[in-house]
Structures are given as C-alpha cells and as structure tokens.
C-alpha cells in the first residue's frame, strides 16, 4: 500500500525551479494561495535535503483555511539540522536510511520528530512511501521539490499527479523541476495527461497532470 502523492512545483518557462545562484522566488500571490490549498489537502508535505537546506521552510498552511499536515524531508546523510523550522513543532518526520546510530538520530527523537529508515546508503523511496502509508496513517503526500526527489518518485511510479506553474521567467540553466539521469526517451519516459489548466496573477500558468506511467497501483 502506499499513499496517493501529489507533485507541485513552480519553475521557468525553461523548467528551472532555481538559477545557477540559487535564486528560486518564482510564485505570485495567487501560486502561493494554490500552493497553501495543496498542503492543507495532505496528509504530509515533503521535501528533499538540498530544499530543506536552502530553504529551511516551516512548510505549514497559512493563506488558507485548513490544518497544517505533517512536514518531511528526505535525508540521507542526516545533512538536515534537527533545528530546521520544519522540526520546530509537532509533525516532523525524517526520512533516512538505515544504519545511522542512536546517537546521531538522538538529536532528532529528543525533538519530537518521526524517524523513517528505508533502504541503505540511499533511501529506498517505494519502501520509505509504504512506511509513511502504514506507520504513520499517511494516504495524501504533497511534495515540493527538489528536482532530485522529483524524478526519484517519478522514476519509481510513486506519482500519481503534477502540479507545475509556469513562471513567465527564464534562466538558461539552474535546476529543473525533474534533476537526475531521468529516461531514455526511446523506451522509458514519464507520460502524463493533461486534467487542467488556468491563468493565474494575468501572467503565471498552473497545469495540473495526471501520470499515466511509470506509476505504480496504491494498492501494491
């Protein structure tokens, strides 16, 4: 079993979701409040290691009304500080591998925060989603990037839909909204169809697809 999981991001026209600086402010107020609608609809929002570094977002909901869900970060090296402003109150969950000792996960638990150890040397994602559905009651996951976790879940099936606002913008080069080796293009691709499309703030565009495949039943 694993949870449903939504995709949400807001990149270039390029398909940048940061500059080669590092810049990534790329939301308009009406993105923001789509932005905030999505977490409340989940269950947990999660992030990757390098967002949650660059960033440190508290990843709660404040445009909307609606609950804050459980915050998490996928980090495999504990690169993380058990400080982060996501940890900073009830909810917070970590997403590691396993073999970290007691000492090293001490700083994280004497905070209050949820430990998911899946996979070795690198997380194992489909195990560590089957982990959040059945220990944590989690059936709606709303991810927020980077790149790199992006295409990890994509590659493994674990999407079911992807949230992208067009920013009217472009960098050239930076990060992409899917980072990684990805596929081939030939005999591999990530296929999507299209559910929805508005115009937001007169310039930005919010679509919204659902994945065909790679994507692996909730059931499984």
Same mark, same amino acid.
């Given at each position: 079993m694993r949870p449903y999981t939504r995709i949400f991001s807001t990149m270039t026209v390029d398909g940048r979701i940061a500059s080669r600086t590092g810049y990534s402010r790329l939301s308009c *107020? %009406?993105?923001?409040?789509l932005q905030h609608s999505l977490r409340a609809?989940?269950?947990?929002?999660?992030?990757?290691?390098?967002?949650?570094?660059?960033?440190d977002p508290r990843l709660t909901v404040r445009r909307v009304p609606g609950r804050s869900p459980m915050r998490g970060v996928v980090d495999s090296r504990l690169r993380v500080p058990?400080?982060?402003?996501?940890?900073?109150r009830p909810g917070g969950v970590l997403i590691t591998v396993e073999g970290?000792? *007691? %000492?090293?996960?001490?700083?994280y638990r004497e905070r209050g925060v949820e430990i998911i150890q899946a996979g070795r040397g690198r997380v194992d994602l489909?195990?560590?989603?089957?982990l959040l559905y059945e220990r944590l009651g989690v059936r709606r996951v709303m991810v927020e990037g980077g790149g790199g976790l992006n295409l990890g879940l994509l590659e493994k099936g674990l999407v079911d839909e992807v949230w992208v606002t067009v920013a009217p913008y472009v960098f050239g080069s930076g990060v992409s909204v899917f980072e990684g080796r990805g596929f081939d293009g030939l005999v591999e691709k990530g296929e999507l169809r299209l559910l929805d499309v508005k115009v937001l703030c007169g310039g930005w565009v919010s679509l919204r697809y659902e994945v065909l495949r790679p994507r692996l039943p909730l059931d499984v």
């Open positions: *107020e %009406e993105d923001f409040t609809w989940s269950d947990i929002v999660v992030v990757g290691s390098r967002t949650a570094l660059a960033d058990p400080t982060a402003r996501m940890f900073t970290h000792g *007691e %000492e090293r996960l001490r700083p489909v195990q560590a989603w089957r």
